[in-house]
């Protein structure tokens, strides 16, 4: 990244007519415009509903794994060396940095070019043309080999995968007590509570909890 340079103003002196006086403590327009300039970008609004871990490179497509019709594919110690190269390749500093400098664009699919770039290489560094039938391929591994622990310990995004197809559904009655949050506002730590109990401590009239519409905003960042 570049190093950031400060403007350097002609002038300015104390008897310099066009000389400012400082900026009260409000901050001065132009500067604010420099400030927004040099933070990072909101992300993309189409990357907010874009779930990377339901994507095809984490070998799914929505909640459920890739299922590839290919009759022939690689011996499970293969795929374990194959999916391990795929972890070192995003894990190097060059790949790392891509990954950021995608973040401050406003092209959510960028992400994924990036990913499909790296299973493409490992196809090819294993001998593998990288057509859309070896990608469908490599990322059905698990479904070749169901359960494999050596497997799923070769890419973060099997080994760390906890998405699943929830059981409420639009228009279901939402179980008040049986889902747990943790309150922040206590300690550190935590403390959990059901979300009964959350939003009774939040309606002023908590005997009203099961009468007036209650709304959910959940969210999740890596």
């Not at 007519?17 to 403590?25: A, D, G, M, R, T």
């Not at 550190?188 to 059901?194: A, E, N, P, W």
């Amino acid at each position: 990244s570049k190093p950031q340079t400060e403007d350097k103003k002609k002038g300015g002196g104390p008897d310099d007519k066009k000389s400012k006086p400082p900026p009260s403590s409000s901050q001065a327009p132009d500067d604010k415009k420099k400030d927004d300039k040099q933070k990072l970008k909101p992300m993309p609004k189409d990357m907010r509903s874009f779930a990377l871990m339901l994507h095809p490179t984490s070998g799914r497509t929505g909640f459920s794994p890739i299922s590839s019709k290919s009759v022939s594919y690689p011996s499970k110690e293969v795929f374990v060396q194959m999916l391990q190269r795929e972890t070192a390749l995003r894990l190097l500093p060059e790949t790392q940095d891509a990954i950021d400098a995608m973040l401050k664009t406003d092209d959510p699919s960028s992400y994924t070019r990036i990913l499909d770039t790296i299973q493409k290489q490992v196809l090819q560094e294993f001998s593998y043309a990288p057509s859309e039938e070896n990608i469908e391929m490599y990322r059905s591994a698990l479904s070749f080999y169901p359960n494999d622990t050596d497997l799923t310990n070769s890419a973060f995004y099997y080994k760390y995968n906890r998405s699943r197809d929830g059981p409420i559904s639009q228009s279901d009655p939402v179980p008040l007590e049986s889902i747990q949050v943790v309150d922040l506002s206590v300690s550190t730590s935590g403390q959990i509570k059901s979300l009964r109990t959350v939003a009774q401590e939040l309606c002023k009239v908590p005997e009203e909890v099961d009468q007036r519409p209650l709304i959910l905003i959940a969210g999740s960042i890596t």
